[in-house]
């Protein structure tokens, strides 16, 4: 700021003009009077020039420490102005960074969804092919113990019962065979769900095949009697098949007699 745009640089300067002016006029007007006695001393200029500079120098001081006072109210306004920019430019930032976490946040939650299906998906897939694995595995450990309930409880003549036992282990060795393949088949993911199911399927026809075949070399009672020790001793739900094949035979006879 320059002394001239100071609010104090008129009057100042008018002080400044009128103290020079009267001092000047004094001089002027002020004529010797003779004196008997003493001579008057001269006036002395130097005094007057040193008054006029003192005041000169104190009148800038007072602009210099007005400039600065400008300049530090003018440095203020301009933070002021940079802070409220800057808070501006946070809020600014604060909106835009809610409306990207809002985006992702639903794009997570669409996607959380569609993966935990396909986790659910997998999840029963997974229990398809181990459940039957595990089930095959559990009746073949159960058949010595079926081999000897069926020996001491069945009057079976030693050929027929060595067919019963041939029937059991070769149907069981089919399906271990499929439950394996099921187990540990590498299915392509998009093909999995189908081909689980059709080995599923097999090891039911297997279990169809198995009874039949018994069928053939037992008569309806012994199926019965058979169907109810191997549901007790291996899986009921194969036994009560065993057991309605013959309640179906005894049927047929019944309606031939």
Do not use: C, H
Not at 208 to 230: F, K, S
Request: overall charge negative.
């Amino acid at each position: 700021m320059s002394v001239s745009g100071s609010p104090l640089f008129p009057a100042l300067s008018l002080v400044s003009v009128l103290v020079a002016g009267s001092a000047l006029y004094f001089v002027q007007q002020q004529q010797p009077e003779p004196v008997p006695v003493q001579t008057q001393a001269s006036f002395d200029p130097s005094r007057l020039e040193e008054s006029i500079s003192a005041l000169r120098q104190e009148v800038m001081s007072l602009q210099s420490k007005l400039d600065s006072m400008d300049i530090a109210a003018a440095e203020k306004s301009d933070a002021m102005v940079e802070t409220e920019g800057e808070e501006n430019r946070v809020q600014l930032r604060a909106i835009e960074a809610e409306r990207i976490t809002a985006a992702v946040e639903a794009v997570m939650e669409e996607r959380g969804v569609e993966l935990a299906n396909q986790a659910q998906r997998r999840a029963k897939i997974e229990d398809r092919r181990t459940g039957m694995s595990r089930w095959i595995g559990n009746a073949r450990t159960k058949l010595p113990n079926l081999y000897d309930q069926i020996a001491e409880k069945m009057e079976l003549d030693p050929e027929t019962e060595m067919a019963v036992e041939e029937i059991l282990e070769t149907g069981f060795e089919r399906m271990t065979i499929l439950s394996e393949e099921l187990l540990n088949g590498d299915f392509p993911e998009e093909e999995e769900a189908q081909m689980v199911a059709e080995i599923q399927g097999e090891i039911r026809q297997e279990v169809g095949t198995l009874i039949g075949e018994l069928d053939e070399v037992l008569n309806p009672a012994q199926m019965v009697q058979l169907g109810q020790i191997y549901g007790e001793e291996v899986d009921p739900r194969i036994g009560q098949g065993i057991v309605n094949n013959g309640n179906e035979g005894d049927s047929e006879e019944e309606t031939q007699n």
